[in-house]
T-cell receptor
Framework: AQSVAQPEDQVNVAEGNPLTVKCTYS??????LFWYVQYPNRGLQFLLK??????LVKGSYGFEAEFNKSQTSFHLKKPSALVSDSALYFC?????????????FGTGTRLKVLA | DGGITQSPKYLFRKEGQNVTLSCEQN?????MYWYRQDPGQGLRLIYY???????QKGDIAEGYSVSREKKESFPLTVTSAQKNPTAFYLC???????????FGSGTQLSVL
């Protein structure tokens, strides 16, 4: 079965510094990968996706992600963090292995941007 | 406005009681999903449905039931067989034109 792993429970970064939130994947075939963000007591919001094409994917709110096939990674990045970026971030993969498609999420990484 | 509506926002369950969480979408999406969110465990898939009158079990279906009688509605029942129901429940949907999931605002279920 397809899966994603987020190795860090929490990432702290100073405002204005670059940020990286890590995600690795385990899939058979070509992966469909996603990043979502969740603010307190809310549903998840889509940030970006990788289906095929350029390894650097640009998304909402200045976020981007780099797909690396050799390292099976899909890390989320932003050149300059804002305090308002503090939230819970989820990596996800689309799973076809059961004959129908479904979405599998990682355990989430809490990002804290310090002023 | 198009979107997904979950209700109620907060729900309390007594011992031995079944409760039903509502999820309605007006996005004309075929696929709908229910996830359970617990701190430190991320989102775990309970049930999903690709089309009306059809649904599949996810990773943690025991103690839950669903129905998909209408395209826009996918209610989740938490039965008395679910011994640890306290969690945040999220409903999502997506259409054939996009792989992107749209989420509702969630229902927090607690046990009295």
């Amino acid at each position: 079965a397809q899966s994603v792993a987020q190795p860090e429970d929490q990432v702290n970064v100073a405002e204005g510094n670059p940020l990286t939130v890590k995600c690795t994947y385990s899939v058979s075939g070509n992966p469909y990968l996603f990043w979502y963000v969740q603010y307190p007591n809310r549903g998840l919001q889509f940030l970006l996706k990788y289906i095929t094409g350029d390894n650097l994917v640009k998304g909402s709110y200045g976020f981007e992600a780099e797909f690396n096939k050799s390292q099976t990674s899909f890390h989320l990045k932003k050149p300059s963090a804002l305090v308002s970026d503090s939230a819970l971030y989820f990596c996800a993969v689309r799973d076809w292995s059961s004959g129908t498609y479904k979405y599998i999420f990682g355990t989430g990484t809490r990002l804290k941007v310090l002023a | 406005d198009g979107g997904i509506t979950q209700s109620p926002k907060y729900l309390f369950r007594k011992e031995g009681q079944n409760v039903t969480l509502s999820c309605e979408q007006n996005l004309n999406h075929d696929a709908m999903y229910w996830y359970r969110q617990d701190p430190g465990q991320g989102l775990r898939l309970i049930y999903y449905s690709q089309i009306v009158n059809d649904f599949q079990k996810g990773d943690i279906a025991e103690g839950y039931s669903v129905s998909r009688e209408k395209k826009e509605s996918f209610p989740l029942t938490v039965t008395s067989a679910q011994k640890n129901p306290t969690a945040f429940y999220l409903c999502a949907s997506n259409g054939q034109e996009s792989e992107k999931l749209f989420f509702g605002s969630g229902t927090q279920l607690s046990v009295l």
